[in-house]
C-alpha cells in the first residue's frame, strides 16, 4: 500500500509478479519500478539464488572468461526495491491469478513444500529447457553430451577438449529456433583453437552437423562456411541427429558418425509448466511482439527467450521483449513507455586460427523496424569486436544485478 496525495487516502498497490529472473525478467523489473513503482509492488520468482550470463560462455573453453566474471547475485536489485523470491515455477492457474512455486533447490523462506503468490499481471520470462527426448538414446547417453550452454556441462566440454589427443568432435544445432543461433559455430571454432593451442589439431575430424537448411544465422551461413574451409571444420546442414550410442552418433539420413567428443545443443522449449497452462506448446503465444499479451489472458504476457517472436532468441531480443511486456502494463497506469524497437547487434567468435588463446570475433545484427529487415555486418575478424561483446555483456550484468 502507498498514501496518495490526497490525504488520508491509501492506495492497494497492484501487484506484478514476474517468473524469471534472467536478461526479461530483470530488464521488465526495473523498467516497472523505474516508472510506475509508487502504483505497483513488482516480484521476480527464480529458480536460482545468481545469474549466470550466456554470451561468453564459449570463451570458458579457452580460459578467456571466468565463472566469477560473469556471475551475479540479486542482493543489489532487491536492495532498489525489486522482490526476489526464489522458488521453482511449478504450475499457473490463470483463472485463480495465481502462480504456485517449490522451494528453490538452495533457499527457502517458508515451511511449506508448495507456495504461491497472487499476482494482478504476471509476466512470464523462464527462458528455455533442453530438451532431448525426441533423440533416442539420449536418455541412457546423455553425460557423454556436453555443451557451452550450460554451467557445469562447459566443464565436461573443456575438460574433454583439453585432455583427449585424437578423436572426432560433432558439434550439434538442433532445429531453429534455439537460443543464440551462432554459438554451436562458436564452440566448433573455439573447439578448433584449442586443438591447435594444444598442437594436436591434426589428429581430430571437426564435424558440425546442423538441423537448420543452412548454417546459422543464415546471413552468416556463407561467411563462417568459409571460416570452416580455412579451418578444415566439416559441416553437414539439414540433418536432424536422431539417436546416441555410445560412441555414435545417427542422423535422419542414416548416416551414423562416430565421436569422442560430442557438443550438443539439444532442441529448446519453454517449461512445460507453459503448456500445462494453455499458453502455448514448445513457446508462449503472444498477441503481438509489441503487445506481448497471452491471447486468452490479458493480464498475463510474455518476455525473452520463452516468448513466441518471429526474431532470433537473443539477449537484446530478450530485453526488448521486456520492455515492450513492461510498456503495456505502464501504458495502463499512465506512466511514460520505455523507448525500445526490435533490433540487435551482436558479434560472434570465430576463434583463432593461429591456435592462440585470443579469441577473433566478426559483427553482425539485424533491424526489424526495417521490412525486410536489415542486415549489418563486418566479417573482418577483429580482436576488438571479443572486447567489444564482454563490454556489453558487463554492461547488462551490472545494469540488471550489480556493478564489479
Ligand atoms: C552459450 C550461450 C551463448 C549465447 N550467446 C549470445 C550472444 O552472443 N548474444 C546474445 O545476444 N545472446 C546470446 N545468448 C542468449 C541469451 O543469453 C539469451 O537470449 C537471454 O539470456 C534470454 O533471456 P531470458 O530472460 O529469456 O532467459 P534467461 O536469461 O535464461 O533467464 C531465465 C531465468 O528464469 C529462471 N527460471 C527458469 N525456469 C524457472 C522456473 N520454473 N521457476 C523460476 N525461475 C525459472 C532461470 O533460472 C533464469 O534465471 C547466449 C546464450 C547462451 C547459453
Given at each position: 500500500m502507498f498514501q496518495s496525495p490526497v490525504e488520508g487516502v491509501t492506495v492497494v498497490k497492484k501487484r506484478i509478479v514476474i517468473v524469471g529472473g534472467g536478461i526479461a525478467g530483470m530488464s521488465a523489473a526495473h523498467s516497472l519500478l523505474e516508472r510506475i513503482g509508487d502504483a505497483v509492488e513488482v516480484t521476480v520468482v527464480t529458480k536460482d539464488p545468481f545469474y549466470m550470463a550466456g554470451p561468453?560462455?564459449?570463451?570458458l573453453l579457452t580460459g578467456e572468461q571466468s565463472y566469477d566474471r560473469i556471475t551475479r547475485g540479486y542482493e543489489e536489485a532487491a536492495a532498489r526495491g525489486i522482490k526476489i523470491v526464489y522458488g521453482n515455477v511449478t504450475r499457473i492457474d490463470p483463472g485463480e491469478r495465481r502462480v504456485y512455486y517449490t522451494e528453490s533447490p538452495t533457499r527457502s523462506y517458508t515451511s511449506t513444500s508448495e507456495n504461491s503468490l497472487d499476482y494482478d499481471y504476471l509476466i512470464l520470462a523462464p527462458g528455455v529447457v533442453y530438451d532431448g527426448s525426441s533423440i533416442e538414446g539420449y536418455r541412457e547417453h546423455w553425460h557423454r553430451t556436453a555443451s557451452v550452454y550450460e554451467p557445469g556441462r562447459v566443464d565436461v566440454l573443456r575438460s574433454r577438449v583439453w585432455s583427449q589427443n585424437q578423436g572426432t568432435v560433432v558439434v550439434y544445432a538442433p532445429p531453429m529456433p534455439y537460443r543464440c543461433a551462432p554459438a554451436p559455430a562458436e564452440t566448433a571454432l573455439v573447439i578448433d583453437t584449442v586443438l591447435r593451442h594444444r598442437g594436436v589439431r591434426d589428429k581430430f575430424r571437426i564435424v558440425h552437423v546442423d538441423a537448420n537448411p543452412k548454417l546459422q544465422p543464415p546471413p552468416l551461413a556463407d561467411t563462417i562456411a568459409k571460416i570452416y574451409e580455412e579451418a578444415g571444420i566439416e559441416f553437414i546442414t539439414g540433418q536432424k541427429i536422431t539417436e546416441i550410442t555410445a560412441n555414435e552418433v545417427v542422423l535422419e539420413s542414416g548416416e551414423r558418425i562416430e565421436y569422442t567428443i560430442l557438443a550438443l545443443v539439444e532442441p529448446n522449449r519453454a517449461p512445460r509448466f507453459i503448456a500445462d497452462a494453455g499458453l502455448g506448446q514448445a513457446w508462449i503465444e503472444v498477441k503481438s511482439p509489441e503487445k506481448p499479451r497471452t491471447p486468452s489472458y490479458d493480464d498475463i504476457l510474455a518476455a525473452g527467450d520463452a516468448a513466441k517472436l518471429p526474431f532470433p532468441k537473443n539477449q537484446e531480443i530478450a530485453y526488448e521483449s521486456a520492455l515492450y511486456a513492461s510498456n503495456t502494463i505502464i501504458e495502463e497506469f499512465g506512466g511514460e513507455p520505455a523507448s525500445v524497437q526490435y533490433t540487435f547487434l551482436g558479434w560472434v567468435y570465430i576463434g583463432n586460427r593461429q591456435g592462440r588463446l585470443e579469441t577473433l570475433s566478426i559483427q553482425f545484427g539485424l533491424n526489424f523496424a526495417t521490412k525486410p529487415p536489415k542486415p549489418t555486418k563486418d566479417t573482418e575478424p577483429r580482436r576488438d569486436y571479443t572486447m567489444q561483446k564482454d563490454r556489453w555483456e558487463q554492461s547488462y550484468l551490472n545494469r540488471l544485478y550489480h556493478p564489479k
Open positions: 561468453s560462455r564459449p570463451l
